[in-house]
């Protein structure tokens, strides 16, 4: 069951039927997944749109990555920070997350607080302890639903191919925990997690792209769940955010999928708008 915050929540009565007016088809979508922040930079408060930015940070996390290591490969234009930005963080860290300062500074003083994890591990886990801590409801449980959905397949990938998951699992919650002490066939979630056969049983499935598309169709029912009497708030606006980013990926790799997380998409964002009328 999920509790909604007490907070004040503002209404974007407005923003919905806004996105009506955004050019969508079923062969590709005609503006990126970065352009929706744009368009949202403009049309919410200062502070939900803060909210938004958390969901692009794992394109930051990456940009981070590669720039670090020298890895070489091609600078992601959908994260918060542009490159110049970025680099000159790394150089003198001032107002980047928390999590990244700390990261550069561990990484440049050759110091990992978590050397038994790869540097990627590491700062995911600074990502997700930042995440988890977050004000707001629906940032904390959706990065707790992504970790947790990394982790179980990461204890899966662990017992088949005998791997240390002191070197594979991260973050310091309950079903992290037991992940990496449990020798079971369900990692010893048990009842801990209601959803934890769910992703069991994906996990097991062997044609790779079957998995990830399962991955997402589960994401997709879980945003549905969380927001629903979330009208036109801004947990809305960010499960439309995050379902866009799936519709972009999925018309890029299987274009018959992508079309049907796109009719999906457009149902709802059509049936929000009609309840404009009821308000």
Same mark, same amino acid.
């Given at each position: 069951m999920?509790?909604?915050n %007490?907070?004040? &929540?503002?209404?974007?009565?407005?923003?919905v039927?806004? $996105?009506?007016? +955004?050019e #969508?088809?079923?062969? !590709?979508?005609l503006?990126?997944?970065?352009?929706l922040?744009?368009y949202l930079?403009?049309?919410?408060?200062?502070?939900?749109f803060? %909210?938004?930015? &958390?969901l692009y940070l794992?394109?930051?996390?990456?940009n $981070?990555?590669? +720039?670090l #290591?020298?890895d070489d !490969?091609p600078?992601?234009?959908?994260?918060?920070?542009?490159?110049?930005i970025?680099?000159?963080?790394?150089?003198?860290?001032?107002? %980047?997350p928390?999590?990244?300062?700390?990261?550069?500074?561990?990484?440049?003083?050759?110091?990992?607080?978590?050397?038994?994890l790869?540097?990627?591990?590491?700062?995911?886990?600074f990502?997700?302890?930042?995440?988890?801590?977050?004000d707001?409801q629906?940032?904390?449980?959706w990065?707790e639903?992504?970790m947790n959905?990394?982790?179980?397949?990461?204890g899966?990938?662990?017992?088949?191919?005998?791997?240390?998951?002191?070197?594979?699992?991260?973050g310091k919650?309950?079903?992290a925990?037991?992940?990496?002490?449990?020798?079971a066939?369900?990692?010893?979630?048990?009842n801990?997690?209601?959803?934890?056969?769910?992703?069991?049983?994906?996990?097991?499935?062997?044609d790779?792209?079957?998995r990830e598309?399962a991955?997402?169709?589960?994401?997709?029912?879980?945003?549905d769940e969380?927001?629903?009497?979330?009208?036109f708030?801004?947990?809305?606006v960010?499960?439309?955010?995050?379902?866009?980013?799936?519709?972009?990926?999925w018309?890029?790799?299987d274009?018959?999928q992508?079309?049907?997380?796109?009719?999906?998409?457009?149902?709802?964002?059509?049936?929000?708008?009609?309840?404009?009328?009821?308000k």
């Amino acid at each position: 069951m999920f509790f909604m915050n %007490l907070r004040v &929540k503002r209404n974007y009565y407005c923003l919905v039927a806004g $996105l009506q007016d +955004i050019e #969508l088809d079923t062969q !590709k979508l005609l503006f990126k997944h970065e352009d929706l922040k744009e368009y949202l930079r403009h049309e919410i408060h200062s502070d939900d749109f803060a %909210l938004v930015e &958390k969901l692009y940070l794992p394109y930051d996390n990456s940009n $981070l990555l590669n +720039i670090l #290591l020298k890895d070489d !490969k091609p600078f992601n234009e959908k994260g918060n920070f542009s490159l110049e930005i970025m680099e000159e963080q790394i150089k003198e860290p001032s107002f %980047l997350p928390r999590y990244m300062v700390r990261f550069i500074l561990a990484f440049k003083e050759k110091e990992p607080l978590y050397p038994e994890l790869s540097p990627e591990n590491e700062l995911l886990t600074f990502f997700y302890d930042e995440m988890l801590g977050d004000d707001n409801q629906f940032i904390r449980w959706w990065y707790e639903l992504i970790m947790n959905i990394r982790n179980i397949l990461a204890g899966l990938n662990c017992k088949k191919y005998s791997l240390n998951p002191e070197h594979h699992i991260i973050g310091k919650n309950e079903v992290a925990q037991s992940i990496r002490k449990s020798h079971a066939k369900d990692l010893g979630l048990g009842n801990k997690l209601d959803y934890s056969e769910d992703i069991l049983g994906i996990g097991r499935m062997d044609d790779l792209q079957e998995r990830e598309l399962a991955i997402d169709k589960f994401k997709w029912s879980y945003l549905d769940e969380f927001t629903f009497f979330e009208y036109f708030t801004i947990e809305r606006v960010m499960a439309f955010v995050l379902k866009t980013y799936m519709v972009e990926r999925w018309l890029s790799l299987d274009k018959e999928q992508g079309r049907e997380m796109f009719k999906k998409l457009i149902e709802e964002l059509q049936k929000s708008y009609g309840n404009i009328d009821e308000k």
